[in-house]
């Protein structure tokens, strides 16, 4: 199974930081990874999928880059409702595995 | 309205067995790539299973053997057979759509609310 290596495990922040998180694949995966948020007692929310492609609805400060083994989610100005946690998720093949997670706040 | 509403959990002996239930609402279970995904307490979020074009299954290593994924077009459910139980299945556990949007690409859109399931003598 590809492992997904997720860092920070968490990180302190204030409103209007510049975030970023990265997600190291332990093998290629093209652009096949997708980021998450999640609030404590809900269920998760997609955020990016392939790697850069924002979801319905999600705000534009939130951005995906990267390719092949390493990827980063960058949420350009940290909002009060940004303080979660957050997960990468690779697709590529199955079994789909999922980051360690990086609780922001 | 596209929803999954989750059922089934509860407390279960180890060893025991127990059945999750996902009813999907707005779209159809055998049209869809449908997961389970867990999450113990206090920990991340674990992929266990998916089942896809009425027939196409995968499993993680952790369940493979234990666990068995189904749906049922008729009542549009998925289902989540569980047996062999053990204190690390405690988790609140989840069903999920897997979307595919076009040229190669995935993301998993909708989820359930999740229910809890607690495996302790």
């Known amino acids: 199974a590809i492992q997904m290596t997720q860092s920070p495990s968490s990180l302190s922040a204030s409103v209007g930081d510049r975030v970023t998180i990265t997600c190291r694949a332990s093998?290629?995966?093209?652009?096949?990874l997708g980021w998450y948020q999640q609030n404590p007692g809900k269920a998760p929310k997609l955020l990016i999928y392939?790697?850069?492609r924002l979801q319905s609805g999600v705000p534009s400060r939130f951005s995906g880059s990267g390719s092949g083994t390493e990827f980063t989610l960058t949420i350009s100005s940290l909002q009060p409702e940004d303080f979660a946690a957050y997960y990468c998720l690779q697709d590529h093949n199955y079994p789909l595995t999922f980051g360690g997670g990086t609780k922001v706040g | 309205e596209v929803q999954l509403v989750e059922s089934g959990g509860g407390l279960v002996q180890p060893g025991g067995s127990l059945r999750l239930s996902c009813a999907v609402s707005?779209?159809?279970?055998?049209?869809?790539?449908m997961n389970w995904v867990r999450q113990a307490p206090g920990k991340g979020l674990e992929w266990l299973s998916v089942?896809?074009?009425?027939?196409?299954?995968y499993y993680a290593d952790s369940v493979k053997g234990r666990f068995a994924i189904s749906g049922d077009n008729s009542k549009n459910t998925l289902y989540l057979q569980m047996s062999s139980l053990r204190a690390e299945d405690t988790a609140v556990y989840y069903c999920?759509?897997?979307?595919?949007?076009?040229?190669?690409?995935?993301?998993?859109?909708?989820w359930g609310q999740g229910t809890t399931v607690t495996v302790s003598s």
């Open positions: 999920a759509r897997r979307n595919y949007y076009g040229s190669g690409t995935y993301g998993i859109d909708v």
């Open positions: 093998q290629d995966i093209r652009n096949d």
């Open positions: 707005g779209f159809t279970v055998s049209g869809s790539y």
């Open positions: 089942i896809y074009r009425g027939g196409s299954i």
């Open positions: 392939a790697t850069s």
